[in-house]
């Protein structure tokens, strides 16, 4: 069965610090990655998605993709307390809508 | 566009008894999706539809769960004679079918407490 694992469990990042966060997949056919964030008490947004190996930026978020290791990585620059939140890596198979969704990293970013 | 519609938002059953979750996708979204989520699992697959078809199921407690689409506008999740073991925040959440790797859009959820 296609896991998702995540680490760290828990991070603390001062604001204005770098935060990065890591998944792998142990499956070997997952084509689609994704970083979602969820606020206390709020549903799963969507972050970042990544599909192709290298590297994504998008304002402060920066996310980067080794299909060969399945791995991908999470990292927030100058962090902000609004970014205090449940970070879930998630992952999908080319013809398929199944998403598997790993545990998350809870980040609290410290004023 | 008001996104994904669950209802209700809370909900509190006693042991035994049966719990209806609702859910309205996004319009124009085919693909619709089940969790649960609770501290100590995580966000937990149940199951999934795709043009109103029942497409995987795999993640459903197969004796007491059950799940329907009987139209696009909405999707059912009932939990028949509910444990304690139930209580969870579900969520469903919708995406469009247009191309995989698609984004998820998630409802609020209902939290289910049974007593």
């Known amino acids: 069965q296609q896991k998702v694992q995540q680490s760290p469990e828990s991070l603390i990042v001062p604001e204005g610090g770098m935060a990065s966060l890591n998944c792998t997949s142990s499956d070997r056919n997952v084509d689609y990655f994704w970083w979602y964030r969820q606020h206390s008490g709020k549903s799963p947004k969507m972050l970042m998605?990544?599909?192709?190996?290298g590297e994504k930026e998008e304002g402060r978020f920066t996310v980067h993709l080794n299909k060969a290791s399945l791995h991908t990585s999470l990292h927030i620059r100058d962090s902000q307390p609004s970014d205090s939140a449940l970070y879930l890596c998630a992952a999908s198979r080319a013809g398929g809508y199944k998403v598997v969704f790993g545990s998350g990293t809870r980040l609290l970013v410290s004023p | 566009n008001a996104g994904v519609i669950q209802t209700p938002r809370h909900k509190v059953t006693g042991k035994g008894q049966e719990a209806t979750l609702w859910c309205e996708p996004i319009s124009g979204h085919s693909a619709v999706f089940w969790y649960r989520q609770t501290i100590v699992q995580g966000l937990e697959f149940l199951t999934y539809?795709?043009?109103?078809?029942?497409?995987?199921d795999s993640g459903m407690p197969k004796e007491r769960f059950s799940a329907q689409m009987p139209n696009q506008s909405h999707s059912t999740l009932k939990i028949q004679s509910t444990q304690p073991q139930d209580s969870a925040v579900y969520l469903c959440a919708s995406s469009p079918l247009g191309g995989q790797g698609a984004e998820q859009f998630f409802g609020p959820g209902t939290r289910l407490t049974v007593l």
């Open positions: 539809f795709r043009n109103q078809a029942p497409i995987d």
């Open positions: 998605s990544i599909f192709s190996n």
